[in-house]
């Protein structure tokens, strides 16, 4: 069992940055691949990116590529989701979440693959 606690998301003007964290507990972090995903008012939850285990190979949706990072400190059991030049149809919730098994960069990116998440965390970004 993962629990998984994510923080940093809020209010920002279109243009600026904010960054999510995701803290993990109950397991060892480093055994599995982590992803982030949103969810907006809607709208299905769709797949933002991810990072294998060791956070040599990432992933992201071409909707955020350029302007986010997805990045993964084992040691402090944590990862992170860095966003710039936010967008107004960047606001969502936002969930990082937790799978085993294999990872090739675009593969399973569905949130069906993902075993543990978390309660999510508010982005919204005005115009």
């Known amino acids: 069992q993962v629990q998984l606690v994510e923080s940093g998301g809020g209010l920002v003007q279109a243009g600026g940055s904010l960054r999510l964290s995701c803290a993990a507990s109950?397991?060892?972090?480093?055994?599995?691949?982590m992803g982030w995903f949103r969810q907006a008012p809607g709208k299905e939850r769709e797949f933002v990116a991810d990072?294998?285990?060791?956070?040599?190979?990432?992933a992201y949706a071409d909707s955020v590529k350029g302007r986010f990072t997805i990045s993964r400190d084992n040691a402090e059991n944590s990862g992170y989701l860095q966003m710039n030049s936010l967008k107004p149809e960047d606001t969502a919730v936002y969930y990082c979440?937790?799978?085993?098994?294999?990872?090739?960069?675009?593969?399973?990116?569905?949130?069906?693959?993902?075993?543990?998440w978390g309660q999510g965390t508010q982005v919204t970004v005005s115009s």
């Open positions: 990072i294998n285990w060791t956070g040599g190979s990432t």
């Open positions: 109950g397991h060892t972090f480093r055994n599995y691949i």
């Open positions: 979440a937790v799978r085993w098994g294999a990872y090739f960069s675009g593969g399973f990116q569905g949130p069906a693959y993902y075993n543990y």
